[in-house]
């Protein structure tokens, strides 16, 4: 189906509840439905936003265009839970309804004031010559999160920037409130602006986060500040960066910078932009903090611009599995927040003394699993494991040992997504390879290297789900134990 213009910004007013209820059904009954990631009842998900743990739950809103797997008319999905395993579907709670927000709600974030939630987020709005005019608007919610009301507090971009200014995360340093802003410049370069206030909703832009990186990229999305023991985490999304080898494969990064922040002339230090994650569909993370106080991160499992095997029967998308996050040589470890072992149902341990040759079994539940491989003596020069289906379809992982290469291979897979011609993607471990988590759902693999010093995430669509595991080792001979867990559904 083309989707013309007119088509991408009708709401949900447009469809009856009958037609609505139908296409519902045809999305259940589709291929590819995730068994315990979030996705969308029907339609397009994409960027996670307003993420908080509040009143005894966390709180997850989406993106949402709910006619097709297309970018059209923003809402905002709610989805909650109350250990980040089960995740229970809530319904929309912000519509494209006002002047502000006309043409759809796009990304923000939610700060708890006292006993009250707020979100702040991009409103889009377009003029009759479709002219954007973005506004960032902050909306209180009720305790049914329903909108009370809906103010803009900014309107328009600040002089010296395009039209291309939004996704505002907002947070508390000290007695004053921030937020970060992703923006275009004039000149079509990425920046990050910060706004200050006393009050909670008069800002005043204090200028550019300094980062030294003038020339990364024509526009920054998606931006996110926090503070993890002593250093500050700069997290944000340029577009527009070239292939460096192994680095920047796909159509979008999302990265971070670790260092430490001034408040008072806004420059981090840093020792280079670091990728997120290395796989193929990872993109617009948001994080926040669990009930424990730890930084919790979840992203869309996704990229813009790409089109997506399940786009035939209606829906589009998921989110990753929920991460832990913490510094350690000044990068990003990523770990699997420890209540998605809650999904853990029936396990298998296998131990393995391979001698220059291989080792092929059949996986405990095909297509809903985690999988920990661990490496207990190793000489080999070359560990290969493929995860395959009864028609040929296969997922290969390649790990070489004297390179410390980790390269993840979908190629063969089932069908693809467009605009990825390589469907090859690599990462320099810096370490020895010792270990890896792999939670495979459906139609997605995440991969956790090294106890998350490194992570892949990747959706796949195989005609019938993995069921077999192979592994060969090469040049050497290696001892490996090997953890299965039929996953239940999230």
Same mark, same amino acid.
């Given at each position: 189906?083309?989707?013309?213009?007119?088509?991408?910004?009708?709401?949900?007013?447009?469809?009856?509840?009958?037609?609505?209820?139908?296409?519902?059904?045809?999305?259940?009954?589709?291929?590819?439905?995730?068994?315990?990631? +979030?996705?969308?009842?029907?339609?397009?998900?994409?960027?996670?936003?307003?993420? +908080?743990?509040? %009143?005894?739950?966390?709180?997850?809103?989406?993106?949402?265009?709910?006619?097709?797997?297309?970018?059209?008319?923003?809402?905002?999905?709610?989805?909650?839970?109350?250990?980040?395993?089960?995740?229970?579907?809530?319904?929309?709670?912000?519509?494209?309804?006002?002047?502000?927000?006309?043409?759809?709600?796009?990304?923000?974030?939610?700060?708890?004031?006292?006993?009250?939630?707020?979100?702040?987020?991009?409103?889009?709005?377009?003029? %009759?010559?479709?002219?954007?005019?973005? &506004?960032?608007?902050?909306?209180?919610?009720?305790?049914?999160?329903?909108?009370?009301?809906?103010?803009?507090?900014?309107?328009?971009?600040?002089?010296?920037?395009?039209?291309?200014?939004?996704?505002?995360?907002?947070?508390?340093?000290?007695?004053?409130?921030?937020?970060?802003?992703?923006?275009?410049?004039?000149?079509?370069?990425?920046?990050?602006?910060?706004?200050?206030?006393?009050?909670?909703?008069?800002?005043?832009?204090?200028?550019?986060?300094?980062?030294?990186?003038?020339?990364?990229?024509?526009?920054?999305?998606?931006?996110?500040?926090?503070?993890?023991?002593?250093?500050?985490?700069?997290?944000?999304?340029?577009?527009?960066?070239?292939?460096?080898?192994?680095?920047?494969?796909?159509?979008?990064?999302?990265? &971070?910078?670790?260092?430490?922040?001034?408040?008072?002339?806004?420059?981090?230090?840093?020792?280079?932009?670091?990728?997120?994650?290395?796989?193929?569909?990872?993109?617009?993370?948001?994080?926040?903090?669990?009930?424990?106080?730890?930084?919790?991160?979840?992203?869309?499992?996704?990229?813009?611009?790409?089109?997506?095997?399940?786009?035939?029967?209606?829906?589009?998308?998921?989110?990753?599995?929920?991460? +832990?996050?913490?510094?350690?040589?000044?990068?990003?470890?990523?770990?699997?927040?420890?209540?998605?072992?809650?999904?853990?149902?029936?396990?298998?341990?296998?131990?393995?003394?391979?001698?220059?040759?291989?080792?092929?079994?059949?996986?405990?539940?095909?297509?809903?699993?985690?999988?920990?491989?661990?490496?207990?003596?190793?000489?080999?020069?070359?560990?290969?494991?493929?995860?395959?289906?009864?028609?040929?379809?296969?997922?290969?992982?390649?790990?070489?040992? +004297?390179?410390?290469?980790?390269?993840?291979?979908?190629?063969?897979?089932?069908?693809?997504?467009?605009?990825?011609?390589?469907?090859?993607?690599?990462?320099?471990?810096?370490?020895?390879?010792?270990?890896?988590?792999?939670?495979?759902?459906?139609?997605?693999?995440?991969?956790?290297?090294?106890?998350?010093?490194?992570?892949?995430?990747?959706?796949?669509?195989?005609?019938?789900? &993995?069921?077999?595991?192979?592994?060969?080792?090469?040049?050497?001979?290696?001892?490996?134990?090997?953890?299965? &867990? %039929?996953?239940?559904?999230?």
């Amino acid at each position: 189906m083309e989707w013309t213009r007119e088509d991408r910004y009708k709401g949900l007013d447009f469809i009856s509840e009958e037609k609505y209820t139908q296409m519902v059904r045809r999305v259940e009954k589709s291929p590819w439905r995730q068994y315990y990631h +979030i996705q969308p009842v029907t339609g397009l998900l994409n960027d996670p936003n307003g993420f +908080i743990y509040y %009143k005894g739950k966390y709180h997850l809103f989406y993106q949402w265009f709910p006619l097709g797997p297309v970018h059209g008319l923003k809402y905002w999905y709610h989805v909650s839970s109350e250990d980040l395993a089960t995740f229970k579907n809530e319904g929309p709670v912000i519509y494209p309804d006002t002047l502000y927000d006309s043409h759809g709600a796009y990304s923000g974030s939610s700060i708890q004031i006292d006993d009250k939630l707020y979100v702040f987020y991009t409103g889009n709005h377009r003029t %009759k010559d479709w002219k954007r005019v973005p &506004y960032q608007v902050y909306a209180q919610l009720n305790n049914d999160f329903q909108i009370i009301k809906k103010v803009p507090f900014i309107s328009g971009p600040p002089s010296g920037y395009t039209e291309h200014v939004r996704d505002p995360k907002i947070w508390k340093n000290q007695d004053k409130y921030y937020l970060v802003v992703g923006a275009q410049n004039d000149n079509k370069k990425g920046r990050a602006l910060i706004y200050q206030s006393k009050e909670l909703f008069e800002f005043n832009l204090l200028g550019e986060i300094n980062t030294g990186l003038n020339e990364f990229g024509y526009m920054w999305e998606c931006p996110d500040i926090f503070r993890i023991e002593d250093k500050e985490v700069f997290l944000f999304c340029p577009q527009g960066l070239e292939k460096e080898g192994n680095k920047y494969n796909n159509i979008y990064q999302s990265g &971070y910078l670790v260092g430490n922040f001034n408040y008072d002339t806004l420059k981090i230090s840093h020792d280079g932009f670091n990728e997120l994650d290395n796989g193929f569909d990872f993109y617009a993370p948001q994080t926040t903090l669990s009930a424990d106080g730890d930084r919790i991160l979840i992203g869309w499992m996704g990229l813009p611009d790409t089109e997506y095997p399940t786009d035939q029967y209606e829906w589009a998308h998921c989110m990753t599995l929920p991460r +832990i996050l913490s510094i350690e040589k000044n990068q990003l470890k990523q770990r699997i927040h420890p209540d998605i072992f809650k999904l853990r149902d029936k396990g298998i341990k296998e131990t393995f003394k391979l001698r220059n040759n291989s080792r092929e079994w059949d996986l405990i539940e095909p297509g809903r699993l985690e999988i920990d491989f661990s490496i207990k003596d190793n000489s080999s020069e070359r560990i290969t494991i493929l995860l395959a289906n009864k028609v040929g379809e296969s997922i290969e992982i390649d790990i070489d040992f +004297i390179k410390n290469i980790f390269q993840l291979n979908r190629l063969n897979s089932g069908q693809l997504p467009s605009n990825q011609d390589d469907q090859r993607r690599s990462v320099d471990l810096g370490e020895v390879f010792s270990n890896m988590q792999v939670f495979i759902d459906n139609s997605s693999i995440e991969i956790f290297i090294n106890d998350g010093s490194k992570v892949m995430s990747s959706r796949v669509f195989p005609q019938i789900p &993995y069921s077999q595991c192979q592994i060969k080792v090469e040049k050497g001979n290696a001892d490996l134990e090997v953890n299965q &867990y %039929k996953l239940k559904e999230g």
